[in-house]
Nanobody, 127 residues
Framework: VQLQASGGGLVQAGGSLRLSCAAS????????VGWFRQTPGKERDVVAAISQSGGRKYYADSVKGRFTISRDNAKNTVYLQMNSLNPEDTAVYYCAAVRALFNPEYYSPNYSSYEHWGQGTLVTVSS
């Protein structure tokens, strides 16, 4: 499966953005998806993850209550709604997918679990 992340941009602190991760080339409903972010010189950290059914979700502590992950399998797309953004959220955001055929509630917050990665979209939050 190929992933295309979009929706990044420049936003003021307190603002919102919605990122999209569009998939092609596979049965997207068979994949768990995660959003990660990375800043220069740092590791790629998990932001949120969602099971293939959408029934289970994970959020990093730093984004709980502000970010919401969701998916529309009919549109082969996973979304990350980001509210109350602050400058610490500035990063390149990546979506990733891993096939989970036998467990529709599987998801993972671990970078190493994912097989497929999108190209990243830059989010810049100004103070």
């Amino acid at each position: 499966v190929q992933l295309q992340a979009s929706g990044g941009g420049l936003v003021q602190a307190g603002g919102s953005l919605r990122l999209s991760c569009a998939a092609s080339g596979g049965t997207f409903s068979n994949y768990a998806v995660g959003w990660f972010r990375q800043t220069p010189g740092k590791e790629r950290d998990v932001v949120a993850a969602i099971s293939q059914s959408g029934g289970r979700k994970y959020y990093a502590d730093s984004v709980k209550g502000r970010f919401t992950i969701s998916r529309d399998n009919a549109k082969n797309t996973v979304y990350l709604q980001m509210n109350s953004l602050n400058p610490e959220d500035t990063a390149v955001y990546y979506c990733a997918a891993v096939r989970a055929l036998f467990n529709p509630e599987y998801y993972s917050p671990n970078y190493s679990s994912y097989e497929h990665w999108g190209q990243g979209t830059l989010v810049t939050v100004s103070s």
